[in-house]
């Protein structure tokens, strides 16, 4: 399983940045797809998910209505929209897959990518 993260930057709070996870190695459909977080001193967070297979999303509640999780198969990639963005959304975003076949998500995953660094300038 290899996941390739794509897309950060610097942007200015308000603005828009999308992120894209490539994957390779494995059956995309048959995974969910995480994206994460971890800014400097603080713990990593989940940020938002989705089943691959009928995409399912999760988003944790300080992203909601600001970021939007979807996936094309036929390139194997889960992109990330980010909307909205503000300062304390900086930080490096991870993606990260786990072979799922259930209701709900995954609590956790085995295969992470080595992450895209997203900073928002006040």
């Known amino acids: 399983v290899h996941l390739v993260e794509s897309g950060g930057g610097l942007v200015q709070a308000g603005g828009s940045l999308r992120l894209s996870c490539t994957a390779s190695?494995?059956?995309?459909?048959?995974?969910?797809v995480g994206w994460f977080r971890q800014a400097p001193g603080k713990r990593r967070e989940g940020v938002s998910s989705?089943?691959?297979?009928?995409?399912?999303?999760y988003y944790t509640n300080s992203v909601k209505g600001r970021f939007t999780i979807s996936s094309d198969n036929a390139k194997k990639t889960v992109y990330l929209q980010m909307n909205n963005l503000k300062p304390e959304d900086t930080a490096v975003y991870y993606c990260?897959?786990?072979?799922?076949?259930?209701?709900?998500?995954?609590?956790?995953?085995?295969?992470w990518g080595r992450g895209t660094q997203v900073t928002v300038s006040s």
């Open positions: 989705i089943r691959v297979n009928d995409g399912g999303t």
């Open positions: 990260a897959a786990q072979f799922w076949h259930d209701y709900g998500f995954p609590g956790e995953y085995s295969s």
């Open positions: 190695g494995f059956t995309f459909g048959e995974y969910a």
